[in-house]
């Protein structure tokens, strides 16, 4: 529609990941209802088109935020977490060709004003250089990491006068990140050369880090959190009540100001039995009250698994929780942490009153070290499958 309120055109390549194409989406309501005069398109692959689709999102997108396709060059969304060195790798070398020739086409008409590229697209920077197009970066995790990656190239070497300190190369999981990691720096090269970089983020929350990012980028950077999917602008009222009414909003509420730190897995992330089992030890050793949350069908499969009496992970698995509910006992304050009791909650399942798949929060009296730079007082725990 060739009129003044669709004059001005913007272009966002998200990186095909739901934990960046939501975020991206959220940004690009926020610009449509700054600007009348600008049009969006999103630019994601046609199985993340179906994807969205099947989510009913496409219908709650303003009208001048559409999106485009591009073919399926890259590995499924489906069990992409097996092999995430492979898929980044795929995005790296597979993605940014269809994505120019798309951005060629659209310059046919009219070329953009602007591309907004996820920061991990390596590719997006130099895509919108060779066609004089300004790129403004957009990173969905916090800015204190995006400034610690940004000043990689000042990390201290390491040498034989260091005493017991912890180095990358001490630690397996960094031993096999080695392609990932000269991904991230091939990736903060590039972002030198953007115009703009935009956080997820709050301001309020990251103010140190972004402040001073300030200092040392040539190029603005803004907070323009929340930038997560919720309830959509002009969405129903009931909804919204709906979502005030809810024990974990109560339950938020009531806390100080600045004591929650939320962390959530990603969307394709899972864990094994054994790796939460490391991971709640961890929240054990740290000192603070810790809420955790699983879908539905996490805690189904859990359960099922569990009272299947013929099988022989099972049985060690109910002997592991009749130690659990012991140790549950001496560590949960008198009338439980939280609303949901975890001792009750174990005691359940071994005694097979559990009959509904509902998710749960479980309560502990510690949380991790991180917290302490913030005195935090409580952490939720957005916990992936087991698998």
Known sequence: MATAAAARHVVAVPFPGRGHINPMLVVCRLLAAADSSLTITVVVTEEWQGLLASAGVPPTLPERVRLATIPNVIPSE????????????AVHAKMGEP??????????????????A??????????????????????????????????????????DSEGEEVKCSDIKIFRTWKLQLKRTAEVFSNVRKAQCVLFT???????????????????????????????????????????????HIKWLDAQPKNSVLYVSFGS???????QLDEFAMGLLDSGKNENGTVNRAAVSAAVTKLVDLG?????????????????????????????????????DIIKGRLNSPFGRSY?????????????????????????
């Open 118 to 159: 996820d920061t991990y697209l390596t590719w997006g920077v130099a895509a919108g250089a060779r066609r004089g197009i300004p790129v403004c970066s957009l990173w969905t995790m916090p800015a204190t990491f995006f400034l610690a990656l940004y000043l990689m190239d000042r990390w201290p070497p390491a040498d």
């Open 268 to 274: 394709f992330v899972s864990l094994s039995f054994s």
């Open 78 to 89: 489906h069990g992409r977490g097996a092999d995430h060195a492979g898929f980044i790798e």
């Open 363 to 387: 309560s502990q009296s510690n949380i991790s070290e991180v917290s302490k730079s913030k005195k935090l007082g409580s952490i939720l725990l957005a916990l992936p499958p087991t698998t």
């Open 311 to 347: 099988d022989g992970d099972s049985q060690e698995m109910r002997r592991r929780a009749e130690k659990l509910c012991q140790a549950s006992r001496s560590a949960i304050r008198e009338g439980g942490s939280s609303w949901c009791s975890l001792s009750d909650f174990v005691e």
């Open 99 to 116: 994505v120019e020739r798309l951005l060629d086409q659209m310059m046919l008409e009219r070329k953009p004003e602007a591309i907004v």
């Open 201 to 247: 983020s709050f301001y309020e929350l990251e103010a140190s880090a972004i402040d001073a990012l300030s200092q040392v980028v040539s190029y603005p950077a803004y907070a323009v959190g929340p930038s997560i999917p919720h309830v959509p602008l002009g969405g129903e009222s009931g909804d919204t009540e709906k979502i005030h009414h809810e024990d």
